[in-house]
């Protein structure tokens, strides 16, 4: 499943920004994946002879996968970024059914951290961000487009119908957000049990949400009446995208809250932010900043400096510099696609020569024998030459 949305989410990224691949490129590489089914083996070829690769559940992301690389006997079990505790939306991981693999990698990334009890963090957020919106505060939660999100969904969706909270607009807020929503409504076999069994029972698919509001556009979220929001935002780096655009903007506010939901990766802006709040004086609990330590104290409160980019208008000497580099750039598409056409050209004229000396060289039975009867009407002789 993590195939279409993978594509989908490249093939809007080269829409958006300036890539050095094109929509053709990316057509092409996807082209070329096989893909497959949980337990489904696939027997390589070449190099990779008798070797025989096959995912299983990882329990984190939906089609994320645990591998099984098995060679002459031998397993290796390649076990990275998984979980083992049921989700609303996902199983857990089934790495606990290997028996004795020769060799397992994994990673440590959480092994130092104690887990709280999955309950306990669904009531902890789901109470900051009720504390936030009561008071007319906006929450901004940054996500990835299509992992972890699905199971925030399935939380704040619970959480609405039950606290009858259609006075506060949830929304997702991505470049593929109507995308993302139509894919997982048919990718329910992937999921947990509770999911596809309620869908098979009640005909009731869980993603088929009352109060989440989709935005693809900025102007789709402009047009959202006003309010609090709770807005699941992407990129969960808030490096790029909405989730940084509205960071700028809400962060100042001591009435919104930033939820951040998972860890950060190294040098992104979620990073800095959850380390300028580990750094910071904190309440008693650890998870919030401690607004009272700051107050009378000018200077002392934690700042982060996010650069902006805009696009502006070229003008001038920079105008007359672009525009030359263009003329330029077209110039030499147009030699090379020139070059090339003559390539082709001279290929195609070559081939003609080369086939009509074949047929003069090599005539066919028929004129053989059309000349021997000619022969034999001349002299009475059928001569054979």
């Given at each position: 499943p993590?195939?279409?949305?993978?594509?989908?989410?490249?093939?809007?990224?080269?829409?958006?920004?300036?890539?050095?691949?094109?929509l053709?490129?990316?057509?092409?590489?996807?082209?070329?994946?096989?893909?497959?089914?949980?337990?489904?083996?696939?027997?390589?070829?070449?190099?990779?002879?008798?070797?025989?690769?096959?995912?299983?559940?990882?329990?984190?992301?939906?089609?994320?996968?645990?591998?099984?690389?098995?060679?002459e006997?031998?397993?290796?079990?390649?076990?990275?970024d998984?979980?083992?505790?049921?989700?609303?939306?996902?199983?857990?991981?089934?790495?606990?059914?290997f028996?004795?693999?020769?060799?397992?990698?994994?990673d440590?990334?959480?092994?130092?951290?104690?887990?709280?009890?999955?309950?306990?963090?669904?009531?902890?957020?789901?109470?900051?961000?009720?504390?936030?919106?009561?008071?007319?505060?906006?929450?901004?939660?940054?996500?990835?487009?299509?992992?972890?999100?699905?199971?925030?969904?399935l939380?704040?969706?619970?959480?609405?119908?039950?606290?009858?909270?259609?006075?506060?607009?949830?929304?997702?807020?991505?470049?593929?957000?109507?995308?993302?929503?139509?894919?997982?409504?048919?990718?329910?076999?992937?999921?947990?049990?509770?999911?596809?069994?309620a869908?098979?029972?009640?005909?009731?698919?869980?993603?088929?949400?009352?109060?989440?509001?989709?935005?693809?556009?900025?102007?789709?979220?402009?047009?959202?009446?006003?309010?609090?929001?709770?807005?699941?935002?992407?990129?969960?780096s808030?490096?790029?995208?909405?989730?940084?655009?509205?960071?700028?903007?809400?962060?100042?506010?001591?009435?919104?809250?930033?939820?951040?939901?998972?860890?950060?990766?190294?040098?992104?802006?979620a990073?800095?932010?959850?380390?300028?709040?580990?750094?910071?004086?904190?309440?008693?609990?650890?998870?919030?900043?401690?607004?009272?330590?700051?107050?009378?104290?000018?200077?002392?409160?934690?700042?982060i400096?996010?650069?902006?980019?805009?696009?502006?208008?070229?003008?001038?000497?920079?105008?007359?510099?672009?525009?030359?580099?263009?003329?330029?750039?077209?110039?030499?598409?147009?030699?090379?696609?020139?070059?090339?056409?003559?390539?082709?050209?001279k290929?195609?004229?070559?081939?003609?020569?080369?086939?009509?000396?074949?047929?003069?060289?090599?005539?066919?039975?028929?004129?053989?024998?059309?000349?021997?009867?000619?022969?034999?009407?001349?002299?009475?002789?059928?001569?054979?030459?």
């Open positions: 993590i195939w279409y949305p993978t594509k989908v989410y490249h093939s809007i990224a080269q829409e958006l920004e300036e890539t050095p691949f094109d053709d490129d990316i057509d092409n590489v996807f082209g070329t994946f096989t893909k497959l089914k949980y337990s489904q083996p696939q027997h390589l070829d070449g190099k990779g002879r008798g070797i025989t690769i096959t995912p299983y559940c990882a329990g984190h992301l939906i089609g994320g996968s645990v591998w099984k690389i098995s060679k006997g031998e397993d290796i079990i390649y076990a990275v998984l979980n083992h505790k049921k989700d609303r939306h996902l199983n857990g991981t089934v790495v606990d059914n028996n004795k693999p020769a060799v397992c990698i994994t440590a990334y959480n092994a130092l951290k104690l887990q709280p009890v999955k309950k306990n963090i669904d009531h902890e957020l789901t109470d900051a961000i009720l504390k936030a919106v009561r008071q007319d505060g906006n929450v901004l939660i940054p996500v990835d487009t299509a992992g972890r999100v699905l199971e925030l969904i939380i704040l969706e619970k959480c609405w119908n039950d606290n009858k909270l259609g006075n506060y607009q949830l929304v997702l807020y991505n470049h593929m957000a109507h995308n993302t929503m139509n894919w997982v409504k048919s990718h329910l076999e992937w999921m947990s049990d509770t999911v596809s069994n869908f098979e029972a009640t005909r009731q698919n869980s993603f088929d949400t009352r109060y989440l509001h989709h935005c693809q556009k900025k102007e789709d979220f402009e047009r959202l009446k006003p309010g609090p929001k709770v807005v699941l935002a992407s990129m969960g808030m490096d790029t995208g909405p989730a940084r655009e509205l960071f700028i903007q809400w962060a100042e506010s001591d009435r919104n809250l930033i939820l951040i939901t998972d860890h950060g990766q190294a040098s992104t802006l990073r800095e932010v959850l380390q300028k709040v580990k750094d910071a004086p904190q309440h008693p609990n650890n998870k919030y900043l401690n607004a009272e330590a700051f107050r009378g104290q000018r200077g002392s409160c934690p700042e400096s996010v650069p902006v980019k805009v696009k502006v208008a070229l003008r001038g000497a920079e105008l007359a510099a672009h525009q030359k580099r263009e003329a330029e750039a077209e110039e030499e598409a147009a030699e090379k696609r020139r070059v090339e056409d003559e390539r082709k050209r290929e195609k004229e070559e081939a003609k020569i080369a086939h009509a000396a074949a047929s003069v060289s090599l005539p066919s039975s028929k004129g053989w024998v059309a000349a021997g009867k000619a022969n034999m009407d001349g002299d009475g002789e059928g001569r054979g030459e």
